[in-house]
């Protein structure tokens, strides 16, 4: 490959007496003043969340408003900082979601602890976890920064649902059980 | 009443000279106060940002429009700075000596305030100029000679920190200042030479150089003069891109590392007094004083004269402290080489042959 030699222009005496350039750069800031600023006020003006944004981790229920963890406890495995706690317990078999058979007894999120990498999120078989877009938790205490499941429902709320997986699967059960009949 | 307002603004009495003392430290505080706030504010906007607008107070907040503008403008943000100074604890680091660590800050503001005492702000119905410390004929001399006196300041705490960063920082401010007072003195030459031209009755009296300077200011009859002196205040005061002395890239905070609280407020408030003191002394020398424009004759009579002639030095102090603001958000900070090479090597030259060439002129010409 050809190397091109570029030779640097010498400077000009105005240039070296450095003057010209402190009036151009006093120019440039003089439009800055004059620039509106882009500061966002923050208590009172929030940011827009884009879309996908990993916020605070939270525990969702489906429309129906069945909470959809099954505690099968895969992100418990897989948080890198092992955030997250699961008691796992059983769905009392006179509920009318006994077939989904379990469900947390507890679940703890230490936000001390949690780096919001998602990977709960996304290792999650019943899109029951999701990062949300809340993203300023503070608290006084240590346990304090310690959201148990109550606290985390209330984060999550309900978020729309495609599969209603277990509806699906309770009305398949039914119907298989009415065919033998 | 009014005789002791007269006695209080010319008596020679040492009570009132200390009252007009302490007034007028009061007033020189409140500017450097607002100084810092110019600074924070001006660097918000170069910066895109909006600056301190949160501060306030519950009766000042209660008053419609002033209370929001006041609190927009950061206005009673200094209050609060200063505030937090006062009540900060002040803790005394163990490796330092300790009499000469609590002096430097004293030595560093004192001479900052002396000098202030003999500027003159305005003119009097009677001719003598409203200054704390009027008439001496030698005024810019012992202006230049106790202003400089605060880099003493700057190499106490500098060796009395026992750090090196501080000692470096000092070090630095000490060879900057003798760099630059030779420029500095130096281009002020020509204006005096100009104002005390043979068969004038000006001498080294600052009043008397405004004066001199009412068809046109000084600036325009002597630009070389102008910059050269332009650039070794900014030098002077320590002020970007010349902060040699506290540089905080490569020296932490220069010569004020082992400073906290209070002792750290006064070496802040020695600089923009400096500040202050450089930015006058220009507007005096340059500027045409307490003229508006050249060839504007003096408006209205007596105490009103006084007045706008103050008004008319204020408002121009206000926009060289901005300046001095606007420049230091704008230049990085020089190398040490090249400020020592700057000074030496090009403005004592420029200085001189500026000398030279209006001796040459007034000899032949004048």
Redesign the interface.
Known sequence: MAVKVLERRPLSFWERTYLPQ?LG??R???R??L?P???L?YPEQRPTIPKGYRGVPTLVRDPNGREKCVSCQLCEFICPPKAIRITPGEIPATAETAHVEKAPKEFEINMLRCIYCGLCQEVCPEEAIWLQNQYSMTGTTRAEMVNNKARLYELGGTLPDSHFKWDHKKAESERQAGGHH | MENLLNDLLTSPGLLFVGVRGVILIGIVMTIAGYAVLLERKASAWIQGRLGPNRTTLPFVSWIPLIGPFLRLGGFIQPAADGGKFLFKEEPMPSHVRKIYYVLAPIVALAPALATIAMLPFALLPDGTALALCKGADVGVLLMFAVSSLGVYGIALAGWSSNNKFSFLGAVRGSAQLISYELAMGLAVLPVFLIASAPGSDHGLNLTAIVASQEGLWNIVRQPLAGLVFLVCIFAETNRHPFDMPESETDLVGGFHTEYGAFKFGLFFVAEYGHMIIGSSLFILMFLGGWHILPGIPEVGTGIIATLIGLGTFFTKLVLFLFFFVWVRWTIPRFRYDQVMRLGWNVLLPLAVANLVLTFIYYAFAG
Do not use: A, H, P
């Open positions: 402190v750069g006093l440039v800031t003089w800055n003043i620039r600023s882009v500061t006020q």
